[in-house]
Each structure stands twice: as structure tokens, then as C-alpha cells.
């Protein structure tokens, strides 16, 4: 049926007996029309509606309730949509585009970006990642589509989170949510939108930390330290320098006893890289008088996961203390062993592959060539290092040859 769509003629048109959908296109604009339809529960619906081709299909937009629009702004809308159709566009096509972007919400493409990363995070990053996505930070952002989310949105969740918790939390929550959003754009679920964190209020990183404990607080820590995990935690980490999570969750399966080596896989190296080192007569000793039970792990109750009672353990440990060694944390080890061999004359470079850092002389043109882990060196620091630390222990001379405090 082709007639001048206009209020007088719409509101006569209606469905004849049997029929549950009829078009009616105006006679003065080309492809444009009312669509009458007869609904499940009996009633009339009327739609406006713009038909077109595009790459030899034919495709329909609706346009909006007859009851609700003007014939003449109907009109104007099929105009516009028509004029664009000859510019090459594909409004239906934006439109169901559109609204899978809305059915695409931060929530839905948290749980993906999770999915995706758990096999490149170790465990406990992927565990924090979880936390500051799907808990309580960003809660307010969840129901929004992913590219509703504005720079203000961001802000002000950056400012409440700084404000309940602490500006250390809400800059690490900033950088998680930022990584969410720079995936989401690599995998083109953005469309043309830039990340919303990009520019947002971005709280001071803390300072970073310089406590070096000294001689004697390393010694009165070593000596508070008893059988459990915690404590032999604490003291292969005086002697070897490592991260607390590498030493909390050693396996047996990654140690040749026999050898003396432990070999850290590159799944469980903050780097991803795999440390393999000599371990020190001393850490030697308390590897072997951990208890085995019937699991991989040496330490901790979670099968999976490895020693998980820091804060227990180090609270005891401090008080045991009893204020002998000023406030402190676990992290402040790993800088006090860098510290304590270069006061030894341990060389710069050697400290560095004991630790397992990638840094200084390991990047750039001078790690593409020089690929050695210094493998010799670095049992012979760790040794020199923990002849060092038991000398320090026990009150006795070091055989260890330090260089002067003022070196």
C-alpha cells in the first residue's frame, strides 16, 4: 500500500481481518513507511520505519511509535538515515551495533579480561587483579557498558577509594582498572573510544622505601626466628635475598638436594624468568629439616598455593621482638641482603643475578649479548654471604673479608 503518510491518513489505517502485519509507504518520500502489526495480546502496534539496500541486502530501521511521533519528524528522521545510507553507511548495522555495546558491561568484560590473564598472572597478582575488578572498588561501574564509562566515572570512584582506604590502595586500584581498559581496547571491544583512566585523578605513589636493617636488627631478627614456617621463611630469605612469595611457595619438586640447587620456575618468577642458584650450606640446612607432607609445597596450608600467613607469622615474630628492631617489613630483607654484599665487596652486577634482577647491565645492547647468569659467581656470593650472616649470628669473627662502612 503506497499513500501520503500524514496524521489524518495514519490514524484510519488499520489491519484487515486475518492479517497480523501490513506496511504502508509513503508516496512522497521513497522508502519510507508505517508498519502495522498485531501483537501477541490483540493490540495494534505502529511503527515508523526507513527501508534501504546495502551491499544487496535490503535492511529496515525502525524509526520509532506512530502514537508517539509526528508523521513530519518521522518523516525528517527517514530523511537523514536515507541521506547517510547514500554516503555508504549502514544504520541498522550501527544500531545493532550500539546495542551490543550497551549488552557489553564492565562486569561482563572483567570476568573475560580475568579469564584471559589468569594464565599469564602468577596466582597471588592474579588474586589482587580479582579483588580491586570485582569487589567493592569499582562497584558503581559494573552495570555500565564499557564504553559508557567516563573519565569522571573514574575519578570520583579514585577519590572514594583513596578516601576509605588509602591513596597507595586506590593508585594500585587506578593501575588495575587501567590495564582492564587498555586490553579491552587492544581487543577492539572499544571501538573508537580512548581508555577513561587515561588522564583521571592519579593519587602520589607512596614513597618508595629505604629501611636497611642493621647488623644488629638482622641478628636479633635471625634469633627471634623458631621451627615453623614463618620463621624458616624469614631466614632463607636473610640468605638468599629472594622474594617472600618465591620462598613461600617453594615446591620439592623444584630443588636437587643432592646438589644442593634449587631452580625457581619462570611461572612463579616475578620476572618469568628461572632462577637457577647453588643454594648456601646454611639454607641448605633449613630446607632439609622442613617437615615433608604429602604435597609438593614446603610451606603453608594451601596445597595450591603455598605459605599464606603473613600477617600471623610476622606479628608473632615481632613480638618476640619486643621493639629490638625498629618497624620493619618483610621487603626490607631483600634490600638489606643487596646492601649487606655490597658491603662485603660482592660486585654490582653479581648482586643483581643473585637476586634475579633484570637490570642495569642485564637490559639494553649489553644484555642481547652478554646472556650469562653467572652461575660461579653467584654461589660464591650466596656462600660468602651466609658464612657472613651465621659470623653475625653467633658473635664469632667473619671469615669474609668486608669492605669498610665508609667504602
Not at 662485603?344 to 649489553?366: F, K
Not at 652461575?375 to 668486608?402: N, P, T, Y
Amino acid at each position: 500500500m503506497k499513500i501520503k503518510l500524514d496524521a489524518k491518513t495514519v490514524a484510519g489505517l488499520t489491519l484487515t481481518s486475518g492479517q497480523v502485519e501490513e506496511f504502508c509507504w509513503d508516496s512522497e518520500t521513497e522508502c519510507f513507511g508505517l508498519r502495522l502489526r498485531l501483537r501477541a495480546d490483540g493490540a495494534l502496534q505502529r511503527t515508523w520505519v526507513a527501508q534501504y539496500r546495502h551491499n544487496g541486502r535490503t535492511r529496515r530501521i525502525t524509526l520509532g511509535n506512530a502514537d508517539k511521533v509526528s508523521p513530519a519528524r518521522a518523516r525528517d528522521a527517514a530523511r537523514t538515515i536515507l541521506a547517510r545510507v547514500e554516503l555508504g553507511y549502514d544504520p541498522q548495522a550501527e544500531k545493532e551495533m550500539k546495542r551490543q555495546e550497551a549488552k557489553r558491561t564492565v562486569r561482563s568484560v572483567v570476568a573475560d579480561y580475568l579469564a584471559a590473564k589468569e594464565p599469564e598472572l602468577r596466582p597471588a597478582s592474579l588474586r589482587v587483579t580479582k579483588l580491586y575488578l570485582t569487589g567493592p572498588y569499582f562497584r558503581v561501574l559494573h552495570p555500565l557498558a564499557i564504553t559508557a564509562v567516563k573519565r569522571t566515572d573514574v575519578a570520583g570512584c579514585i577519590r572514594h577509594i583513596g578516601r576509605s582506604h588509602s591513596t597507595s590502595t586506590a593508585a594500585a586500584a587506578r593501575r588495575a582498572l587501567s590495564a582492564l581498559f587498555a586490553w579491552t581496547i587492544a581487543e577492539g571491544l572499544m571501538g573508537d573510544a580512548a581508555n577513561p583512566v587515561d588522564g583521571s585523578h592519579k593519587p602520589a605513589d607512596p614513597a618508595s622505601r629505604d629501611r636497611v636493617l642493621s647488623e644488629n636488627e638482622l641478628k636479633a631478627i635471625w634469633s627471634a626466628c623458631e621451627e615453623d614456617d614463618h620463621d624458616r621463611i624469614i631466614r632463607l630469605l636473610i640468605l638468599l635475598g629472594s622474594r617472600r612469595q618465591e620462598v613461600g611457595g617453594m615446591r620439592w619438586s623444584e630443588f636437587d638436594l643432592d646438589a644442593g640447587a634449587w631452580t625457581l620456575p619462570a611461572e612463579r618468577s616475578k620476572n618469568h624468568r628461572q632462577h637457577a642458584i647453588t643454594l648456601p650450606a646454611p639454607a641448605l640446612e633449613i630446607i632439609r629439616s622442613v617437615p615433608h607432607r604429602e604435597r609438593d609445597q614446603l610451606f603453608g596450608d594451601r596445597a595450591s598455593e603455598g605459605f599464606a600467613s603473613w600477617h600471623r607469622g610476622k606479628r608473632a615474630l615481632d613480638q618476640r621482638l619486643a621493639g629490638a628492631v625498629r618497624p620493619w617489613r618483610v621487603h626490607d630483607v631483600r634490600r638489606t641482603v643487596a646492601t649487606g654484599m655490597a658491603d662485603i665487596g660482592i660486585e654490582p652486577h653479581v648482586i643483581e643475578a643473585a637476586l634475579n634482577h633484570y637490570s642495569g647491565h642485564r637490559r639494553g645492547i649489553g644484555g642481547v649479548y652478554n646472556r650469562s647468569s653467572y652461575a660461579l659467581a653467584v654461589r660464591a656470593a650466596l656462600a660468602r654471604w651466609g658464612e657472613h650472616v651465621l659470623a653475625l649470628v653467633e658473635g664469632r669473627e667473619s671469615k669474609v673479608v668486608a669492605f669498610p662502612k665508609s667504602a
